[in-house]
């Protein structure tokens, strides 16, 4: 008996010698010897055929029962392998940077779309190298392999854009730039054309309402952007892009070390729309003559102790021609006789970011997040005017505690001021409708505000091991305009083996709707604007509050060349309590803006399947369906206008040997939508059932790329099918009548569109 028992407890013992934690960093080693932590590498377990990625400071933790071959890599720099026996307690990873190597050098190819594996929200990623798949002159057309978030014009004449994601307007969707809130109110209509594609480094689509952290605007999702950093071995970059739609494009960054703590990157962006294009014969410019500058400078601050400060600048103007042919710019759009829209935005941002650990391993910190944005648009619509001012600081203060393997804990407080200013104005002489005025007509509205809200929130981050993650987080918000908002939210992570992941998560969202620049099309219209009594007395009826959930399973599959294979299947449901609802389909002559009576609501059904069949050849299909609902005045519920039923999605890229030559092509299939009724008996407009739906149609792209030394030459095309919305502008021949409407867009609205670029990367 004696001997069975000890036998037992030595058995206990060697397998618990056996099991014990390795923990492991990903480290970046300067060509000067000196070195600096890579976060979120990826490091992959060859036995288990499992990938893991380290957290921010390059470090991650697994546990070992057997010898395991580990592989690390990230982007742009060369691998490093360690084979690790159970019982060695950590292990080190170095990587240098691919160009710095003189000798024979193994280079990987970064995945272009991947979904995470680590992140407890359902996290796609979008890479360096799939936002270089296609033009991606910025970040509204860094989607177009996506079929989770949809991209389309606000109107067929500002040249806005506007995403959807799980069937809402962008407008629900939280964006942030490296974790900071970012194109807020006014300046959410033009906001993605102003982060050139190129200066990204990487963009990650969650879906469904994740983090407290930074605020209750997140109500479908959140999509973060990653800047190029200053820590990036690239002192010069120069790209530059041209195309058949005679816009030129110019995008430079220079990323400087200037000792072992300072460090920077410089961007700038300029481009133009040369002249104006009118392809489809309608009297109007297809696209505006816009020309922008932009420029950036971000700092960063690095001490061996782990205190990091980031701070930087941006800078943007942005200036707008359109309207019909004649309409030149320095023309008076009131004293015209063409219907032309000038349209002038400038901003200024700038920041604050510090973090300040607490002890020696950095287990627990203390984040400081500032944040100032002004804005300022300056509008002509016709006789119609827009004019807005926005001026808002953001403040944030995180403590964090990873108290030991399993048990993370944050909580802090945050403070939002906005000071919005914005007036409306139609001088139009007359309207027609329903009879000729007797007297001139002309009205002017306001909507200024001053909002300021606090909040105290705290999250809860439990993880067994790499089996179960799960996060609860409480926020509470005072509001002076809606008094106390209060935001809970729950995120599960459950892995039934390392290849079978699922994720069921849930929570509640705000925000104040900004009425005219979340519809910015609207005065792309002859339409009177009219807004309930409700909404112009009280601004505690701009609140837009919301609940969703849903989840998600993605099985990693045992084939494909590297063991990328996946096949992911989502659900999301988005259910509104207070929504404000623009309807155009109650009056022919008004735009009636109310809150919602009764039920909106949509629900989002997704598959994604990508694999690599052969070496250095990437498939990726997507499918989405999304059923979309709302209460209209006079209609009661009722499919939501304008909201694609599904989009379809086919992307295959191949690259030869070295990455010398890429070669992709990407397909959409987008599915049908409701359009409003006074669309009748427009182009390809179909008629069933007394609702008028858009046709299916298909999109193509393609791109080839050739690498040199430093250089990568690319010519692409969009729109290779040349489809397009012919009949985008309603009554463009009576441009100051009620009756002019260019609001009501559901396909593409240039044709086909052959462009060609280079990108220069001197390296360090």
């Known amino acids: 008996m004696r001997k069975a028992l000890f036998s037992i407890i030595t058995i206990l013992f060697c397998t618990t010698i056996l099991a014990q934690d390795f923990k492991g960093s990903v480290i970046y080693r300067r060509s000067d010897g000196k070195t600096e932590p890579l976060p979120f590498a990826q490091v992959y377990l060859i036995e288990k055929a499992k990938l893991i990625e380290t957290d921010e400071n390059g470090q991650f933790i697994i546990n070992l029962e057997q010898r395991t071959t580990m592989v690390a890599t990230y982007v742009g720099y060369t691998k490093d392998t360690l084979i690790v026996d159970p019982g060695i307690p950590s292990g080190e990873f170095y990587l240098m940077g691919e160009n710095e190597v003189d000798e024979a050098v193994v280079t990987s190819r970064q995945l272009t779309n991947t979904l995470s594996r680590i992140k407890p929200v359902r996290t796609e990623v979008i890479t360096a190298a799939g936002i270089c798949k296609m033009a991606c002159c910025n970040l509204a057309e860094s989607f177009e392999n996506s079929a989770s978030v949809s991209v389309g014009y606000s109107d067929a004449i500002t040249g806005a854009r506007q995403i959807k994601l799980l069937g809402l307007a962008g407008t629900y969707t939280q964006m942030l730039d490296e974790n900071r809130p970012v194109m807020r109110g006014l300046a959410s209509p033009f906001g993605l054309n102003y982060i050139p594609g190129q200066w990204l480094e990487s963009i990650q689509i969650a879906k469904g309402p994740s983090s407290v952290i930074n605020g209750l605007e997140a109500i479908t999702g959140q999509i973060n952007v990653e800047h190029r950093k200053p820590t990036d071995e690239v002192p010069f970059f120069l790209q530059l892009f041209g195309s058949s739609h005679s816009m030129v494009e110019g995008n430079i960054a220079s990323s400087l070390q200037l000792n072992e703590k300072w460090s920077t990157v410089i961007l700038a962006h300029a481009s133009s729309v040369l002249k104006g294009t009118d ?83 950095n287990s627990q910190n203390i984040a400081i997040v500032a944040d100032y944005n002004y804005y300022k648009i300056d509008s002509d619509y016709g006789m119609k005017s827009y004019a807005g001012t926005q001026k808002s600081i953001f403040l944030n203060l995180i403590y964090q505690n990873q108290i030991n393997d399993y048990h993370r804990i944050s909580f802090g407080i945050s403070g939002q001021d906005d000071d919005f200013w914005e007036h409306v104005g139609d001088d139009r002489l007359h309207i027609f409708a329903p009879s000729p005025a007797k007297e001139p007509f002309a009205y002017g509205i306001g909507l200024s505000r001053r909002e300021r809200s606090l909040g105290i929130y705290g999250e809860y981050n439990y993880t067994l091991d790499d089996k179960v993650t799960f996060v609860g987080s409480l926020r509470g918000d005072y509001n002076n305009i809606h008094g106390f908002l209060f935001a809970p939210r729950v995120t599960l992570k459950y892995s039934f083996t390392d290849d079978i992941i699922f994720r069921l998560l849930g929570g509640r969202g705000f925000r104040t709707a900004n009425i005219f620049a979340d519809n910015i099309g609207i005065f792309s219209t002859g339409r009177i604007i009219m807004m309930d009594d409700g909404l112009r007395e009280t601004k505690r009826n701009l609140l837009e509050d919301a609940w969703t959930y849903g989840g998600n399973i993605t099985f990693y599959l045992p084939f494909g060349y590297e063991n990328n294979t996946y096949l992911s299947f989502d659900y999301f449901r988005n259910d509104f309590l207070k929504q404000v609802i623009v309807d155009q389909e109650f009056d022919k002559v008004w735009a009636f803006i109310y809150n919602l009576d009764g039920k909106s609501y949509t629900n989002t059904y997704q598959v994604d399947f990508s694999v690599d069949p052969i070496e250095r050849f990437n498939i990726v299909t997507t499918f989405r369906y999304t059923d979309a609902k709302v209460t209209l005045r006079g209609q009661g519920l009722v499919e939501r206008p304008l909201t694609s039923r599904f989009k379809a999605v086919f992307n295959a890229q191949y690259a030869t040997a070295m990455n010398k030559w890429t070669f992709d092509f990407t397909a959409q299939l987008n599915g049908k939508t409701k359009l409003p009724d006074f669309m009748a ?84």
Request: charged share 25%; hydrophobic share 35%.
């Open 279 to 361: 392809h489809n014969d309608d009297g109007f410019r297809d696209e505006p003559q816009a020309t922008q500058f932009n420029f950036s400078n971000r700092w960063l601050y690095y001490d061996p102790s782990g205190f990091q400060m980031r701070f930087g600048v941006r800078a943007l103007t942005d200036g707008r021609v359109a309207g019909q042919m004649g309409f030149q710019r320095g023309d008076n759009p009131r004293a015209s006789e063409y219907w032309g829209s000038l349209i002038r935005n400038s901003g200024i941002n700038g920041y604050l970011k510090m973090g300040i650990p607490l002890n020696e391993e």
């Open 681 to 764: 008996g427009r182009d390809k407009v179909i008629e069933k059932d007394g609702e008028y739906f858009s046709p299916i149609y298909p999109m193509f792209f393609a791109q080839i790329t050739r690498k040199f030394r430093g250089i990568d030459l690319y010519i692409g095309g969009e729109n290779l099918g040349n489809y397009r919305q012919r009949d985008a502008i309603l009554n463009a021949d009576k441009p100051f009548s009620e009756d002019f409407n260019a609001s009501a867009i559901w396909g593409p609205l240039s044709g086909i569109k052959i462009y060609a670029g280079l990108r220069l990367t001197i390296w360090k």
